[in-house]
Every structure is written in C-alpha cells, then in structure tokens.
C-alpha cells in the first residue's frame, strides 16, 4: 500500500488514519505542486493528492480513502459495525467538509497564505461569523459525549477533527464552544494523530 502527499495538506487525514489502523504502508512524499508528476497522474488522472494505491487499487479523495480504509481495514470501535454507525460516520464526515473546511480554508487564505496585498479582512470576519452556527452544532452534540458516536473515537471523530485542526494553525478561538474544544484537543492528542503530524 502506498499513500502519495505530504501532511502539510489534507494527505494529514490519511496518514492519520493509517496510523490508526496499524496498517503498513509506504509513504511516498509529494508536495501539492508536484502532483501532477507522471507517478501520480498514472492512478489519480486530476493530478492531486492525497492519492492511495492499495495494491493496484487507486482510491482519491482524502475522505473518500479514510472511509474506504477504515471500512476496509478497521474493526469496531473505529468502523462502526451497524448500518446506523456507518451513517453517522458519512454524516459527520460530509458534515465537516461542506459546513467547517470551506470557512476554515477562507480563513487560512486571508490570515495566513495569500500575499499581503490581496488578503482580505472582510472575508476573513465574513468566515468567523459563517462559521459560528455549525461550532454551535457540534458543541451541542459534544454536550455529554466523549466523542462524535458516544464513548468510543470512531473515523467520524478522526474525519472531523483533522478538519477542524485546521483552525489551529491560525489560533481559533474555540471559547464560545467548550464541548467541541476539548473534544478536539482529545482527538489531536492521539498518538497516531500526532506521528501522523510530524511526517512530511
């Protein structure tokens, strides 16, 4: 098995949940401008990573391989093991990348990756305030619970709080939210979350 990116971009995810399921594989470093090499065109034709080959399987699409792996390769806690886990763990997922990521990303833009002159301020307080219904979401559901399914870390709490990690690369403030803060300290602090991190 080998995973094409870096974990300086969403590839992070991947890794991450790799790491989880103690599975081995190789880690083929590839930094976004250089996705598109003749290596990586040859199983994902956009060019783009994250990209899986699980022994001649190509799967793209970071959560399109973290729900592949986990369904694949996990075993409950972390693959829920009824129809109904299954669900939640696509809902919070997709809940994630439509509801949290594109704010975040907005965020990161504007406060840290684009040049100087054309960051923009309003679209940056534009994004905090977008991005204050769905936290109030989340802590409401986090309110008793450990995690995103009940007691146990499942791939729904890993898609989720490598999402939201995202905010922690320009100090988030998460206050407002106390629930979904400490969840998602618990999440990053995972060992597997952590080696996942310090990869290239």
């Not at 001649?56 to 409950?76: D, H, P, Q, T």
């Not at 994630?96 to 990521?101: A, D, F, L, N, R």
């Not at 709490?157 to 905010?167: K, P, R, T, V």
Request: aromatic share 8%; charged share 20%.
């Amino acid at each position: 098995m080998k995973l094409y990116g870096t974990a300086m971009s969403r590839s992070a995810r991947c890794l991450w949940a790799l790491e989880e399921l103690g599975i081995k594989y190789d880690h083929i470093p590839v930094e976004v401008p250089k996705a598109k090499s003749p290596e990586v065109l040859k199983i994902n034709p956009n060019g783009q990573i994250p990209t899986l080959d699980d022994n001649g399987v190509a799967v793209w699409e970071s959560m399109a391989i973290n729900l592949y792996l986990a369904e694949k390769y996990g075993r409950a806690p972390l693959w829920p093991s009824t129809p109904e886990g299954h669900a939640e763990a696509y809902q919070w997922s997709f809940w994630g990348m439509t509801q949290v990521e594109p704010h975040l990303l907005t965020l990161l833009l504007n406060r840290m990756f684009l040049p100087a002159e054309k960051r923009s301020e309003e679209a940056a307080n534009q994004a905090l305030e977008a991005l204050k219904p769905p936290l109030k979401v989340l802590n409401h559901h986090l309110e008793g619970r450990e995690h995103l399914l009940g007691k146990d870390f499942t791939i729904a709490d890993l898609n989720l709080a490598s999402i939201m990690a995202l905010g922690t690369w320009i100090n988030l403030d998460l206050s407002a939210t106390p629930a979904a803060k400490a969840w998602l300290d618990r999440s990053l602090v995972r060992e597997a979350s952590q080696r996942a991190h310090k990869m290239k």
